[in-house]
């Protein structure tokens, strides 16, 4: 059994004019609630071993606070920024298997899109919201689609 957590990037900021989609920066609101839903995990005792990244800022910022508050590093993944269903659950299906529990941080469409193909639930991830999946598999290798379920969908609005 495997652990994969979707997790969709925190808000960012489009303010800054002429600045790349890849390059955008999270905003007050993105800074603020990305250490908090980090922070929950680590509460409720989540063993998180693993945080990949798309390369996008605003993506490497979320993921950043995950990694901190669970004192792991980043391994930044290009392929996760604007990715297909089948490009994340590729992503997924090559972690290390002494990883149980991973995180890939990247975006919307992909992320919800991704959890729907993988557990057959429909879940709109807003910004920082992070999908709980237990995957039915001994190795990451075997994950295909279906092969987990939906155990918990966090908000920063769960938190108020």
């Known amino acids: 059994m495997k652990t994969l957590l979707l997790a969709r990037h925190a808000k960012s900021d489009w303010g800054v004019p002429g600045l ?9 609101r993105g800074r603020r609630d ?9 509460d409720e005792g989540i063993p998180l071993d ?4 798309s390369s996008a800022v605003r993506a490497r910022s979320t993921a950043a606070e995950y990694a901190a508050a669970f004192g792991l ?6 392929l996760l920024y604007a ?4 490009s994340i659950l590729a992503i997924a299906s090559a972690l290390p298997e002494e990883s149980s529990v991973a995180m890939l941080v990247g975006h919307n469409p ?8 993988l557990t057959g639930d429909w879940a709109v991830l807003p ?6 999946c237990a995957v039915d598999v001994d190795t990451w290798a075997e994950l295909v689609e279906s092969s987990g379920r939906l155990l918990r969908l966090r908000t920063p609005r769960d938190g108020d």
């Open 34 to 42: 990305a250490p908090v839903m980090a922070r929950r995990l680590v």
């Open 50 to 53: 693993r945080v990949v990244s």
């Open 73 to 78: 590093g980043i391994v930044e993944e290009p």
């Open 20 to 28: 790349s989609d890849h390059d955008r920066p999270l905003n007050s």
């Open 83 to 86: 990715a297909s269903v089948r």
């Open 127 to 132: 910004t920082c919201a992070v999908a709980e």
């Open 110 to 117: 992909g992320m919800s899109d991704a959890v729907a193909e």
